[in-house]
């Protein structure tokens, strides 16, 4: 029987679709990426099909054979992909259908619907340990530069002011701490991946007697014990794109850590601060300031966050108010997300290759670490220290300050009997504060930045990062 609509779907339509709706409605050019695994599920459940005897074990055979051809193909490159047929599936499932026959059998008791939440499981999955992996390359570059400047010092800024000091290897880890949130953030997105979704059918299942733990299992959708997971509804199952927005979410939340990073990378290398020297290799120059050296790679991590953050608001705002369950607009959900994958997985390259070269200054963090004002609260605790309560002694001390600025003396240098006039517990040896050596050991509390702190963090990190 001949039929005007050559689509799977076709049956009941006397014209194909509109050389406009199909080039509207296609999906294929992006979702192509989605193939090993949409192979994989096939295989599984063409496995499943034949275990339960919907198929035979030749047919099962022939539809394996088929599929690992067209994956060779499409890894070679000579798979020719085809807008007219919509999607990825619908491209492979065509193609098989074209080596082997039994391959009419293989969409039984599956739906598109069920068959792209799977594919997008163990997509997600791969993406996820993909994106980990990056992430932990950039903690492993700053923990080695943390390593090695251990003994360096910087103000600590708060509103972008001096503050305290802390070692530069003290603010690498913070970054390091950040990016540890982000790699148990994606670790989490991959483990809310674990579950099967094939078996959902469309939106109700399939009246065929399908065994879904089968396919759980044959796929790697279990628990820590081996057993399988299978999704427990099947409207939620075609419905739910919750994995779409909590990766899209933890790309943002990374992409924004980047790019904080990136701002103190772009203030620390500029002329100003000049605590470090960017690699040539990130940098480039202007076309017409010859002298210029511009940290384009931080400013495009920074820019780029700007794009996770889009891609979230994008998939968010996708979702919202769609009837249940699966409807087409769902298919908008995979350009965002693969950019979003994309994007963080290359930032987070070009972060760790900036980073391992990045040259720290030491003299020009010794400079600016040399100001005095940094140990202003030391001081306000060696009065604590005497007995005076500390709301008094700050009071104190900003009373110094003051002083100080007045007669355009360095802090520790005002006069004995002007300190005195302040406060009479600033004793002799209140100067002997300002020692950086002594203010720096004495933090030494878990999560500051005393040395021994900052040694024992960096093992921590690097046992962490080894495993
Ligand atoms: N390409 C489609 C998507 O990504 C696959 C599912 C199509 N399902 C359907 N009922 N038309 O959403």
């Not at 850590?257 to 203030?267: K, P, T, V, Y």
Request: glycine share 6%; net charge neutral; hydrophobic share 45%.
């Amino acid at each position: 029987m001949a039929k005007p609509s050559q689509a799977t779907w076709g049956g009941r339509f006397s014209s194909g679709p509109a050389e406009l709706m199909l080039r509207f409605s296609e999906s294929v050019t992006f979702d192509r990426r989605l193939a090993p695994f949409d192979i994989a599920g096939s295989k599984a459940h063409s496995a499943m099909l034949a275990h339960v005897g919907l198929i035979t074990a030749a047919e099962r055979n022939a539809i394996h054979k088929g599929l690992d051809a067209i994956a060779a193909d499409i890894l070679a490159g000579k798979f020719v992909w085809d807008v007219k047929l919509e999607d990825v599936h619908m491209n492979i499932e065509h193609a098989l259908k074209q080596r082997v026959p039994a391959a009419a059998k293989l969409h039984t008791a599956r739906s598109r619907n069920d068959q792209v939440a799977l594919d997008m499981r163990l997509y997600f999955k791969s993406a996820c340990a993909e994106v980990g992996a990056g992430l932990r390359a950039v903690q492993r570059v700053l923990v080695e530069l943390a390593d090695r400047h251990r003994e360096v010092l910087i103000p600590g800024y708060t509103h972008l002011q001096r503050a305290q000091p802390v070692s530069i290897a003290h603010h690498l880890l913070a970054w390091v701490e950040m990016i540890g949130r982000d790699v148990r953030r994606f670790a989490d997105v991959a483990e809310h991946a674990n579950i099967c979704p094939l078996g959902a059918g469309a939106i109700a299942g399939t009246t065929l007697p399908i065994d879904r733990e089968f396919v759980a299992t044959a796929l790697g959708f279990v628990d820590a014990k081996g057993r399988p997971q299978v999704t427990p509804n099947s409207m939620d199952t075609v419905a739910d794109r919750d994995l779409f927005l909590e990766f899209a979410a933890a790309a943002a939340i990374a992409g924004v850590h980047f790019s904080r990073i990136a701002e103190d990378l772009i203030l620390w290398s500029s002329a100003e601060f000049r605590f470090i020297d960017l690699p040539d290799a990130f940098c480039t120059g202007s076309s017409l300031m010859p002298q210029k050296k511009n940290p384009d790679a931080a400013e495009l991590l920074r820019g780029k966050s700007g794009r996770l953050v889009g891609n979230l608001q994008t998939l968010l705002v996708l979702v919202k108010g769609l009837p249940m369950t699966y409807n087409r607009d769902l298919q908008e959900d995979k350009p965002p997300l693969f950019d979003s994958h994309d994007t963080l997985v290359i930032c987070a390259d070009v972060l760790a290759a900036t980073l391992a070269g990045a040259k720290v200054i030491p003299a020009a963090c010794a400079a600016a670490v040399a100001d005095p004002l940094l140990l202003a609260t030391d001081l306000a605790d060696y009065l604590v220290d005497r007995g005076v309560p500390f709301r008094d002694a700050h009071h104190a001390v900003g009373a110094l300050v003051k002083c100080a600025e007045g007669l355009g003396l360095p802090l520790p240098q005002v006069p004995q009997d002007e300190a005195q006039k302040i406060h009479k517990e600033f004793a002799k040896d209140w100067p002997s504060v300002f020692d950086l050596d002594r203010a720096m050991a004495a933090r030494r509390g878990t999560g500051m930045p005393s040395p021994a702190q900052v040694k024992k963090q960096v093992a921590r990190w690097r046992k962490a990062l080894a495993e």
